[in-house]
């Protein structure tokens, strides 16, 4: 109980580990990184999927950081 739901069970995980699920919970949950949808017809993804890989890679380093604090 307490762990995030997809968590491997184990006592030992490396700060890479962890900042990986911390990246993908708040990816998931607030859809970091997609942009915003705008109303009506754009003509344009709101994002590329590079600048949306890009997005997320910095959200994992910011994990990252976090953790090492």
């Known amino acids: 109980m ?3 739901e997809g968590a491997p069970a184990g006592p030992a995980r490396s700060k890479e580990e962890v900042a990986l699920e911390l ?3 708040v990816a998931l949950t607030t ?4 942009g915003v949808a ?17 997005a997320l890679l910095e ?3 910011r994990c990252r950081r976090l ?3």
């Open 31 to 34: 859809g970091y990184g997609k």
């Open 2 to 4: 307490g762990e995030w």
């Open 38 to 54: 705008a109303a009506g017809y754009t003509g344009k993804p709101s994002r590329t999927p590079e600048e949306y890989a890009e």
């Open 23 to 25: 990246m993908r919970f």
């Open 59 to 61: 959200l994992y380093q």
């Open 67 to 69: 953790l090492e604090a």
